[in-house]
């Protein structure tokens, strides 16, 4: 028995999940390819005029005061794709993509798949103030579940095959594979099993690979920062205070902004070009505030902006990303959060010892993006993936988890749960062991089980087995084998029978009942698709011999062990 019981449950449908998800991390790669070229050539016919791919800035138009009218152009596009294409593209992808796989069954359309990289191009492109990895991750993850849903999976396989597109398509645009596979465990999966992960990691290595033939290798942002002394230690609290106060704010001002457009008396079609206004305005006076900005992100990291230059370009930066996310137009966080919290990091950085600039400027970057998505071992990687500064591994792990501990603290949700929530849908971001996966039904189950014989009238299996003190049902024998399971509701119009009770039995194939090495949480799962509230355990399907009987009350009697380890505080001598 024990030899049966393994850590991890997987089985050969692992070989076939791999290898697709490979193909899927070379088409996601392709897809990210395609949505960044496309961001460049919006960005060169919505300010410079030209049918280009070439790599160009919206701060270097020379379109003057007309500049305005780009993003407000780019949100009547927006809008208008929202309104009669599909209003999924709305939001910055992570949110969606997290509804399709816990409430979607990991169904994702044909639409969103075509809509969302176009919109978020001409967003973008126009000079959004956005990045483009929430777009490329509903994109990928479109991609991953369309092809999912063409073959014969189960919801379980087709979640694994859209988080892999997803992350995979965050391999593509940040070169990142670690992360990305992080995000999917801390965002996306709700999982952390051999089944899923796997996968997932093998798409994000493949996008890896992949995107060496169409981007430069080595990390975005490269830095290297001098050690931090042991004064970092009292500025990495500081810092990690500040981040997580960020953090509040900007969650907090992005749904109140929301909220706001909900009051306008007008269609949301339009929100994106009131939006696209706002930052029109704010790119006519910050010119470097509009678009991605991996420009700003790198001269922040090697500290090449003067503070108040800084300041000025943050806080416009920050007002336009909110008020033209909270409009519903499409674009990402991650670059946004980026550069605000490298922002805050260089503000900080006069007041903050141990460390240089660059330092305090990239463990800020990690505490804002932690804090903000709610994923603090997602962020450190990230950062250390986007820069390859190990030095700076310890005081930005530091930063970061005390700003998530500011938000876990402070906030009911994260950026990425609250508009799901507002739809009337929870999620719990925590995860622990199931207490029924730690235990089997061979540790749980009733041994001594009374069974009846299958010959037996059902007058008499009446009298004899369900009197008040009764169970609801007991294994049915024939011939010494488990051939069904007699109830308690199925019994009581045949009291006065003299049939078989066989006959009134509900049958039980070797596929429906219990073996001993099955996990109890499994157990759990088969009487409630059964609907049965006790089942009958089995030494193999093909003996069918009655060995015992595990019941909801077996199942549950361990969880006063739970219980008492998460309520009795005690001192032990």
Request: with cysteine; aromatic share 6%.
């Amino acid at each position: 028995m024990n030899a049966a019981r393994r850590d991890y449950s997987v089985d050969r449908r692992l070989l076939p999940m791999s290898g697709m998800a490979l193909l899927i991390g070379a088409v996601s790669t392709a897809a990210a390819v395609v949505l960044l070229d496309l961001i460049r050539l919006c960005t060169n016919l919505f300010y410079y005029q030209t049918l280009s791919l070439a790599e160009r800035e919206p701060a270097g138009h020379a379109l003057g005061l007309w500049a305005i009218a780009a993003p407000v152009a780019g949100g009547l596009l927006v809008g208008l794709i929202a309104r009669y294409g599909s209003d999924k593209i709305r939001g910055h992808g992570i949110p969606e993509a997290m509804e399709a796989i816990l409430f979607g069954q990991s169904r994702m359309s044909p639409k969103v798949a075509l809509l969302k990289p176009l919109s978020s191009g001409i967003v973008i492109g126009s000079g959004g103030p956005f990045g483009a990895e929430g777009p490329i991750i509903m994109t990928g993850g479109s991609l991953g579940s369309l092809l999912a849903q063409r073959l014969h999976l189960t919801a379980a396989e087709r979640k694994t095959l859209l988080v892999a597109g997803a992350c995979a398509g965050m391999t593509a645009v940040f070169g990142t594979p670690v992360a990305a596979v992080l995000l999917a465990v801390e965002l996306l999966l709700f999982e952390l099993r051999p089944r899923s992960l796997l996968p997932v990691a093998l798409a994000c290595a493949c996008a890896g690979f992949v995107r060496t033939l169409c981007f430069a290798a080595g990390p975005l942002f490269p830095l290297r920062t001098p050690p931090a002394t042991l004064a970092a230690l009292g500025s990495c609290l500081l810092a990690g205070l500040a981040c997580g106060g960020l953090a509040a704010l900007l969650t907090w001002g992005l749904y109140r902004v929301e909220d706001g457009f909900g009051k306008l008396r007008l269609h949301w079609m339009w929100w994106p070009a009131l939006g696209g206004l706002v930052v029109g305005i704010g790119g006519w006076l910050q010119p470097r505030a509009l678009g991605v900005g991996y420009d700003v992100i790198g001269d922040l990291l090697n500290n090449r902006l003067l503070l108040e230059a800084a300041l000025a370009l943050l806080a416009v930066k920050a007002v336009i990303w909110l008020l033209a996310l909270g409009s519903g137009t499409s674009g990402g966080v991650l670059a946004p959060l980026l550069m605000l919290g490298a922002g805050l990091g260089a503000a900080l950085a006069p007041a903050l010892p141990g460390g240089s600039p660059e330092l305090w400027a990239l463990a800020c970057m990690a505490g804002v993006l932690g804090s903000v998505l709610g994923a603090p071992i997602t962020a450190i990687v990230f950062a250390f993936g986007l820069t390859g500064d190990g030095s700076a591994l310890l005081p930005l792990t530091l930063t970061t988890v005390v700003a998530c501990g500011v938000t876990a603290l402070t906030l009911k949700r994260s950026i990425m749960t609250e508009k799901i929530a507002r739809r009337g849908l929870h999620i719990h971001r925590e995860y622990s062991v199931d207490p029924l996966e730690r235990l089997h039904v061979a540790d749980v189950m009733t041994r001594e089980a009374v069974a009846i014989d299958g010959a037996m009238p059902a007058a008499d299996a009446w009298q004899s087995f369900f009197g008040p003190r009764g169970h609801n049902g007991y294994p049915v024998l024939r011939d010494g084998r488990v051939v069904g399971l007699l109830l308690r509701r199925r019994l009581q119009g045949a009291e006065a029978s003299r049939q078989p009770c066989v006959i009134w039995s509900e049958p039980l194939s070797p596929s429906q009942v219990l073996l001993a090495g099955m996990s109890a949480r499994h157990a759990a799962g088969r009487m409630a698709q059964l609907g049965f509230s006790r089942l009958p355990v089995v030494d193999g399907p093909d003996s069918m011999r009655l060995i015992g009987v595990v019941s909801l009350r077996d199942l549950l009697a361990n969880s006063h062990v739970l219980l008492h380890e998460e309520t009795v505080r005690e001192r032990l001598r």
